[in-house]
């Protein structure tokens, strides 16, 4: 959520920012604002004669007067007509405040003054490769999904019986393999600091609003409708939640969580792209990398998570290039993203497997995530980042792929071999 104060004192500045990012008007938002605060004056004026007039009242009976004398009378009268037009307005700045909240609700993060200008995902920079000497030979690359079906170890077909398209069983080897990837993903992560947390994969209304996922991507998440509870689409929305409306001591800073989730995901306006494949699933499985860091190294500890999740594909030895998002492609709650994206030669392109994004103060004004310094007046917020570390799947497509032998079997990576037990699939 966007401070509304500083929507208030510097509005040209911020409405240049979100015109960046499509456009968004403020007005709607400055008039609601301008009501709110009209209201709330009247009502403390209003207040303070109320105060006042129970003052007088008891000063005046303390001095001897009559509690029925006209003068009494008349001020109980006003007292009563104040109290009456407070009562008309409380509800309607309430009704105000909620207005504003919803609109504010709906605004994105302001892009860093360092990501990059462009209106759509053609004008992202290119930052760096890594692992051209991998790039595979092999000319005859099957898709993941044609060689995963070829070997058994993937079944489209029966999933789709028993839930829907989009959906895949993991067979023997296929099953053995995500589990061992999970467990190198965390096992990597673990290593160099971060702490694991399985946290819930049903969460609150309140949760998804927090990260951003709500109102703007009700439809994207699926929800069980007895309850107020929606299916993870990603574990940055739990991990995000554990802190919600707490104060915690900068002593405590940075805390450093990874998380495994399996992912639910509508995936509403991607039909008809990726429909095959483990690319683009209604579930999915994925380690989540998730930081709350002081606002002063947040710049840098965004810097070390994007190479935490880079040095997956590295011990993988999966080719891949990372790419900073332009203001126009930016996540909701994003202020600035890399992507990065493995190789998948059946395709002959590059494809995301990861977003590391900072979030700066966006996700802890909206989950109230706060944190004191000692000895300063205050609270401030945390910043908060995230980045997959990684998708599961997709890094098993990649796998697939870069590693498929010209006699149909898949070598795996020697990283994971230990994991398997065995070196070939």
């Given at each position: 959520?966007?401070?509304?104060r500083?929507?208030?004192?510097?509005?040209?500045?911020?409405?240049e920012?979100?015109?960046?990012?499509?456009g968004?008007?403020?007005?709607?938002?400055?008039e609601?604002d301008?009501?709110?605060r009209?209201?709330e004056?009247r009502?403390s004026?209003l207040?303070a004669?109320?105060?006042?007039?129970?003052?007088?009242?008891?000063?005046k009976?303390?001095?001897?007067?009559d509690?029925k004398s006209?003068?009494?009378?008349a001020?109980?009268?006003?007292?009563n007509?104040?109290?009456?037009?407070?009562?008309?307005l409380?509800?309607q700045?309430?009704?105000l405040?909620?207005?504003l909240?919803a609109?504010?609700?709906?605004l994105p993060?302001l892009?860093?003054?360092s990501?990059?200008?462009?209106?759509?995902?053609?004008?992202?920079?290119?930052?760096?490769?890594?692992g051209?000497e991998?790039l595979p030979q092999n000319?005859?690359?099957?898709p993941?999904?044609?060689?995963?079906e070829?070997?058994?170890i993937l079944?489209f077909?029966?999933?789709?019986?028993?839930a829907?398209?989009?959906?895949?069983t993991?067979?023997g080897?296929?099953?053995a393999l995500e589990r061992a990837l999970i467990?190198f993903?965390?096992?990597?992560q673990?290593q160099?600091?971060?702490?694991?947390v399985?946290p819930?994969?049903?969460i609150n209304?309140?949760s998804?609003t927090?990260?951003?996922?709500?109102?703007?991507?009700?439809?994207e998440?699926f929800?069980?409708?007895?309850d107020?509870l929606?299916?993870?689409?990603?574990a940055?929305?739990?991990?995000?939640?554990?802190?919600?409306d707490?104060?915690l001591?900068?002593?405590?800073?940075?805390?450093?969580h990874c998380?495994y989730?399996p992912?639910?995901?509508?995936?509403?306006?991607?039909?008809?792209?990726?429909?095959r494949?483990?690319?683009?699933l209604?579930?999915?499985?994925?380690?989540e990398l998730?930081?709350f860091?002081?606002?002063?190294?947040s710049?840098?500890e965004?810097?070390?998570l994007?190479r935490?999740a880079?040095a997956?594909?590295?011990?993988l030895q999966?080719p891949?290039?990372?790419?900073?998002?332009?203001?126009?492609d930016?996540g909701?709650a994003?202020?600035?993203?890399?992507?990065?994206e493995?190789?998948?030669?059946s395709?002959?392109?590059?494809?995301e497997?990861s977003?590391?994004?900072n979030?700066y103060?966006f996700?802890?004004r909206?989950?109230?995530i706060?944190?004191?310094e000692p000895?300063?007046k205050?609270t401030?917020?945390?910043?908060?980042?995230?980045g997959?570390g990684?998708a599961?799947?997709?890094?098993?497509?990649a796998i697939?792929?870069?590693?498929?032998?010209p006699?149909?079997?898949?070598?795996?990576?020697?990283?994971?071999?230990p994991?398997?037990?065995?070196?070939i699939?």
């Amino acid at each position: 959520m966007l401070d509304l104060r500083q929507i208030r004192e510097k509005t040209e500045q911020i409405q240049e920012r979100l015109n960046l990012r499509g456009g968004y008007d403020l007005n709607p938002i400055l008039e609601l604002d301008q009501q709110q605060r009209e209201l709330e004056g009247r009502r403390s004026q209003l207040q303070a004669r109320s105060n006042e007039i129970g003052k007088l009242v008891g000063q005046k009976m303390k001095s001897g007067a009559d509690p029925k004398s006209e003068e009494i009378q008349a001020l109980r009268d006003e007292g009563n007509q104040v109290k009456a037009q407070l009562s008309e307005l409380e509800p309607q700045e309430r009704d105000l405040k909620a207005q504003l909240e919803a609109l504010l609700l709906t605004l994105p993060n302001l892009p860093s003054d360092s990501t990059p200008v462009g209106k759509s995902e053609d004008e992202n920079v290119e930052i760096r490769r890594w692992g051209d000497e991998y790039l595979p030979q092999n000319p005859d690359i099957l898709p993941h999904w044609e060689i995963g079906e070829k070997l058994k170890i993937l079944n489209f077909e029966r999933s789709t019986k028993v839930a829907q398209s989009r959906f895949v069983t993991l067979i023997g080897a296929g099953a053995a393999l995500e589990r061992a990837l999970i467990q190198f993903m965390l096992d990597r992560q673990i290593q160099v600091g971060y702490l694991e947390v399985i946290p819930p994969f049903l969460i609150n209304s309140q949760s998804l609003t927090a990260s951003g996922q709500l109102p703007k991507f009700a439809e994207e998440s699926f929800k069980c409708d007895r309850d107020d509870l929606w299916l993870t689409p990603t574990a940055e929305v739990p991990v995000t939640n554990l802190y919600r409306d707490e104060i915690l001591s900068s002593e405590e800073l940075p805390i450093h969580h990874c998380a495994y989730t399996p992912c639910f995901r509508r995936e509403a306006g991607s039909y008809g792209r990726d429909t095959r494949g483990l690319i683009r699933l209604h579930q999915f499985d994925k380690v989540e990398l998730f930081k709350f860091v002081h606002p002063d190294t947040s710049e840098q500890e965004h810097q070390t998570l994007t190479r935490d999740a880079e040095a997956i594909l590295q011990a993988l030895q999966l080719p891949y290039r990372v790419i900073e998002l332009c203001t126009g492609d930016l996540g909701f709650a994003a202020g600035k993203t890399y992507d990065l994206e493995v190789w998948l030669p059946s395709s002959g392109k590059y494809r995301e497997i990861s977003s590391c994004s900072n979030c700066y103060d966006f996700q802890a004004r909206r989950g109230n995530i706060r944190f004191k310094e000692p000895g300063k007046k205050g609270t401030q917020f945390v910043h908060t980042l995230n980045g997959s570390g990684l998708a599961v799947g997709r890094t098993m497509a990649a796998i697939l792929e870069n590693y498929q032998q010209p006699d149909g079997t898949i070598r795996l990576p020697e990283a994971l071999q230990p994991y398997l037990g065995r070196e070939i699939l």
